[in-house]
């Protein structure tokens, strides 16, 4: 079985900054690519942030300039850096990865817990 466990999370006023960690573990023979989700009250989870295993990015359009995303492959970690925070970045944020077990497997779809932001005067 795989784990995720994100970190990082807290309260932070606006323009502060805060860097999520998610770390995979168990049994992993490969990770594909990791991604941030985050979901509001009220509101659906949407994908904040993508890396593959060769360290292309994608964000959405209301984090771009702000978060980066990165990751470390030798440790299974992937990191959201998040600046210049607004209130509406308050929300759970989820770590996801795609994990293959074995070498002849196929990927699977694993979620962390997830870890309260909260950007608040």
């Known amino acids: 079985q795989v784990q995720l466990v994100e970190s990082g999370g807290g309260l932070v006023q606006p323009g502060g900054s805060l860097r999520l960690s998610c770390v995979a573990s168990g049994r992993i023979f490969r990770i594909d690519v990791m991604d941030w989700h985050r979901q509001a009250p009220g509101k659906e989870r949407e994908l904040v942030a993508t890396i593959t295993s060769g360290g292309n990015t994608n964000y959405i359009e209301s984090v771009k300039g702000r978060f980066t995303i990165s990751r470390d492959n030798a440790k299974n970690t992937v990191y959201l850096q998040m600046n210049n925070l607004k209130p509406e970045d308050t929300a759970v944020y989820f770590c996801?990865?795609?994990?293959?077990?074995?070498?002849?497997?196929?990927?699977?779809?694993?979620w962390g817990q997830g870890t309260q932001v909260t950007v608040s005067s």
């Open positions: 996801n990865a795609l994990v293959k077990t074995q070498y002849r497997g196929t990927y699977d779809n694993y």
